[in-house]
């Protein structure tokens, strides 16, 4: 059984920095995309940053956010910096089955729980 655990939500300021884990077991990723979605309240899920061998990002955020992965590790990372309120989400990491860069959430076959991201101003 696939699953995604991510980790280091919290609570943050704005401007302040946040690293968040997705660590993936049940099977390897390594040549397929693993990407970074968020839903905020009210609105729908959007892509954040994908990564197969390089990362690629939602051109808004690409200055701020940066994703990386350790295939020995089966886990992929997104860095924060420069945190905003509007940045306040539900994070979700999530795993391709298929060849390429993956921006559509309907491309992606596993998905973890998420987990919260909050900026305060």
């Known amino acids: 059984q696939v699953r995604l655990v991510e980790s280091g939500g919290g609570l943050v300021q704005a401007g302040e920095s946040l690293t968040l884990s997705c660590t993936a077991s049940?099977?390897?990723?390594?040549?397929?995309?693993m990407g970074w979605f968020r839903q905020a309240p009210g609105k729908e899920r959007e892509f954040v940053a994908g990564?197969?061998?390089?990362?690629y990002y939602q051109s808004s955020l690409k200055d701020r956010f940066t994703i990386s992965r350790d295939n020995a590790k089966n886990t992929v990372y997104l860095q924060m910096t420069s945190l905003k309120p509007e940045d306040t989400a539900t994070y979700y990491c999530?795993?391709?089955?298929?060849?390429?860069?993956?921006?559509?959430?309907?491309?992606?076959?596993?998905w973890g729980q998420g987990t919260q991201v909050t900026v305060s101003s």
């Open positions: 049940g099977r390897t990723f390594g040549g397929s995309a």
């Open positions: 990564i197969i061998w390089t990362g």
């Open positions: 999530a795993a391709s089955g298929a060849i390429g860069a993956r921006t559509d959430p309907h491309d992606y076959d596993y």
